[in-house]
């Protein structure tokens, strides 16, 4: 089932999610639904908070090239437990802030620790994209967009815009 996917600025992705204890059918069709919205909006990653639910979730698949079999992730309890010096800029965007972009800087290369739709513990070296993802995703989880990377006067701008959006949306 799709989801509605919350729009910046709205108070609950400025939220911490908490871990989650037990995985539960619930929270499995949770993550079932989050990536169908994922997919729909189209995106690359989406984050239970943008679904108005603060649970330590995300989901992701970073598979762009056309004909290639989709790879989804999804990650309860995600952490990064190691990091590159090494630093790559992407630009990047997001499904509550749409059709704004920002070059944004993160390590190149991350480990990340989770627990996958079975319960099981898996640790995976990401790298490119799929680690500018994980960060990107795992940091809405505590609460932090990616235009709070950027200088005030760019993140007041895309704030208003998405503002205005919201606005125009409540009178459509």
Request: glycine share 4%; aromatic share 4%.
């Amino acid at each position: 089932m799709k989801r509605p996917i919350l729009l910046h600025p709205d108070p609950r992705l400025k939220k911490t999610a908490d871990a989650v204890p037990d995985l539960t059918d619930e929270l499995r069709a949770l993550a079932d639904d989050m990536l169908e919205t994922m997919y729909d909006a189209p995106g690359i990653g989406l984050a239970a908070p943008q679904v108005g639910v603060l649970t330590r979730l995300i989901v992701l698949d970073c598979v762009k090239e056309e004909g290639e079999a989709p790879r989804p992730l999804i990650m309860f309890n995600p952490e990064i437990v190691a990091s590159s010096d090494e630093l790559n800029t992407y630009e990047e965007g997001c499904l509550s802030i749409p059709e704004q972009f920002a070059d944004v800087t993160r390590p190149a290369e991350v480990e990340v620790r989770w627990i996958d739709r079975d319960g099981k513990e898996q640790t995976e070296a990401l790298d490119g994209l799929w680690a500018t993802c994980v960060q990107h995703e795992i940091d809405h989880l505590d609460g932090k967009l990616f235009i709070d990377y950027l200088k005030p006067l760019k993140r007041q701008l895309i704030t208003r815009k998405m503002q205005k959006l919201k606005r125009e949306r409540a009178r459509a």
